[in-house]
Antibody, heavy 122, light 107 residues
Framework: EVQLVESGGGLVQPGGSLRLSCTAS????????MSWVRQAPGKGLEWVSS????????YDADSVKGRFTISRDNSKNTLYLQMNSLRAVDTAVYYCAKDRVAMAANDAFDLWGQGTMVTVSS | DIQMTQSPSSVSASVGDRVTITCRAS??????LAWYQQKPGKAPKLLIY???SLQSGVPSRFSGSGSGTDFTLTISSLQPEDFATYYC?????????FGQGTKLEIK
């Protein structure tokens, strides 16, 4: 079955760290760029980070630059988001998402995980 | 950064109605525009990519049009399962940006 399953969310204090994981199955993981998108409670969607299939190229939103790091382990079919220096405004459901086409640019996201909740609060 | 502005923010309609949602980009994005549907507590679902291409498995009552800066999503005949929130997203350049969403409610 083609799917993405996120894990690693939870409650963390301001200034703390958390690492999210997204395990892929049912497709050739290394061929697809992957992304993280978040959604604060009651708010809209916000793109966070993207990474190429090889892992050699990454892009980050200004709101997380220098604090969050996207990475991937193609041998484990797993995408990661290392989140440091967390702030209350980072509280959101975090989704991982797959590009629609292998090794393509400017692509939409055709497969999403179920999301994992991150709450930053003291 | 490219700003995406959707209108309206919310719309009330009845089953069988035709509904159009618009999305405007702050600069030209060619046809690099996607539309997603999201229901409460669920992940977004891709409906349209490259402005007008229907994603596999999506009913043909959904259609997209536009290029450059102005885009539309049309639902030709609303079904009960279509009541949800809809987002546009530009994939022309990073940072990829979403519109603020349009909530489609039952009248």
């Amino acid at each position: 079955e083609v799917q993405l399953v996120e894990s690693g969310g939870g409650l963390v204090q301001p200034g703390g760290s958390l690492r999210l994981s997204c395990t892929a199955s049912g497709f050739t993981f290394s061929s697809y760029a992957m992304s993280w998108v978040r959604q604060a409670p009651g708010k809209g969607l916000e793109w966070v980070s993207s990474i190429s299939g090889s892992g050699g190229t990454t892009y980050d939103a200004d709101s997380v630059k220098g604090r969050f790091t996207i990475s991937r382990d193609n041998s484990k079919n797993t995408l990661y988001l290392q989140m440091n220096s967390l702030r209350a405004v980072d509280t959101a459901v975090y989704y991982c998402a797959k590009d629609r086409v292998a090794m393509a640019a400017n692509d939409a996201f055709d497969l999403w995980g179920q999301g994992t909740m991150v709450t930053v609060s003291s | 950064d490219i700003q995406m502005t959707q209108s309206p923010s919310s719309v009330s309609a009845s089953v069988g109605d035709r509904v159009t949602i618009t999305c405007r980009a702050s600069q030209g994005i060619s046809s690099w525009l996607a539309w997603y549907q999201q229901k409460p507590g669920k992940a977004p679902k891709l409906l349209i990519y490259a402005a007008f291409s229907l994603q596999s498995g999506v009913p043909s009552r959904f259609s997209g049009s536009g290029s450059g800066t102005d885009f539309t999503l049309t639902i030709s005949s609303l079904q009960p399962e279509d009541f949800a929130t809809y987002y546009c997203q530009q994939t022309d350049s990073f940072p990829y940006t979403f519109g603020q969403g349009t909530k489609l409610e039952i009248k």
